[in-house]
Every structure is written in structure tokens, then in C-alpha cells.
Nanobody, 126 residues
């Protein structure tokens, strides 16, 4: 049974940093690329970052230069370091896994991902 479990969310002030973690189990971690998405109330789920099996990353323009995605194969965990947080970053953040090697365009599409976590809430106050 595949499980993706996110953690690290919380309530912070604008300008602060948070690091989200996503622990994967039940799959061969090295065989999967990972993605982070977010969903704000009343909005569609949107792409944040993609981390390929080899560590290649793609980012949404809205987070480029502020967020960094990474993975630790020894811990079967993917991370999202979020710096200089803004109120518009408030959302539930989800990690997802795909066995596919994706282009930058495909990586931003939710249907390309096979497994999803339950999400962790990030709230940024102004």
C-alpha cells in the first residue's frame, strides 16, 4: 500500500520560512518522480514544483527563487523549502508521485501523478 504523508505545515507571518516534508512508503522511491501542488480555498489545485528521480527540478513561476524542492533517497522523503512566504502562498500543500519522466509542461498537470498525499495546511498571515 502506497502512502505519502506530508508534514511541516503551520501558521507563519509573511516573510517567514517553512520546510514541508513528504515521507513515502510502499513504493520504490528511486523509481518515482515527485511533485508538490497546492490548493487554496475555492481554487483549483496548482503546480508548485517537480523533482525528478535524478533531482532535476521545475518550478511554478509564482514560487521560483523562493521555494526549493529536494529529495533524500536514504529517507524516502521529499522536501519543499519555502522562503519569503507571502499571504498568497496560503493553501493546503500536497505531494504526489509519478513513475514517469515528465517534461516541464507535463509536470504541472495533476493527471500525470499516480499517488497523492492527504495534504498539510500552510497559512501565511500578513
Amino acid at each position: 500500500q502506497v502512502q505519502l504523508v506530508e508534514s511541516g505545515g503551520g501558521l507563519v507571518q509573511a516573510g517567514a520560512s517553512l520546510r514541508l516534508s513528504c515521507a513515502a512508503s510502499g513504493l520504490t522511491f528511486g523509481g518515482y518522480a515527485m511533485g508538490w501542488f497546492r490548493q487554496a480555498p475555492g481554487k483549483e489545485r496548482e503546480f508548485v514544483t517537480y523533482i525528478s528521480r535524478s533531482g532535476i527540478t521545475y518550478y511554478a513561476d509564482s514560487v521560483k527563487g523562493r521555494f526549493t524542492g529536494s529529495r533524500d533517497s536514504a529517507k524516502n522523503t521529499v522536501y519543499l523549502q519555502m522562503n519569503t512566504l507571502k499571504p498568497e502562498d496560503t493553501a493546503v500543500y500536497f505531494c504526489a508521485a509519478t513513475p514517469r519522466l515528465l517534461t516541464a509542461a507535463a509536470a504541472s498537470t495533476t493527471r500525470e501523478y499516480q499517488y497523492w498525499g492527504q495534504g498539510t495546511q500552510v497559512t501565511v498571515s500578513s
